[in-house]
């Protein structure tokens, strides 16, 4: 199984960015496909975005396009959101999570990952 811790959170006025980051620890986190989600205060828990195995392919939700960005570095074992642009409706807990996975399909579904991280806050004021 496999580790996953966030750090990078914190409270930025709207433009601003933040990266978030994301450690993996226990069995080779190149195994896994890597998903962002984010819950807002009642609302679902959401994906934002993904990165296959590779880096090769990614895939992020239409509200956080040409804003966000997903990238891995599997020697660190760390996999990163770059977000600028913020808007107050970004605002949420964000997770990392992991899905043992091969493919080139990102999974969209809360369910279809095998392991979460413990989120980290961000708020962005307007």
């Known amino acids: 199984q496999v580790q996953l811790v966030e750090s990078g959170g914190g409270m930025v006025q709207a433009g601003g960015s933040l990266r978030l980051s994301c450690a993996a620890s226990g069995r080779t986190a190149s195994s896994y496909l890597m998903g962002w989600f984010r819950q807002a205060p009642g609302k679902e828990r959401e994906f934002v975005a993904g990165?296959?195995?590779?880096?090769?392919?990614?895939y992020l939700v239409d509200s956080v396009k040409g804003r966000f960005t997903i990238s891995r570095d599997n020697a660190k074992s760390m996999v990163y959101l770059q977000m600028n642009s913020l808007k107050p409706e970004d605002t949420a807990v964000y997770y990392c999570a992991a899905k043992l996975s091969a493919g080139a399909y990102v999974p969209k579904a809360v369910g279809t990952y095998d392991y979460w991280g413990q989120g980290t806050q961000v708020t962005v004021s307007s």
């Open positions: 990165i296959t195995r590779s880096g090769g392919s990614t």
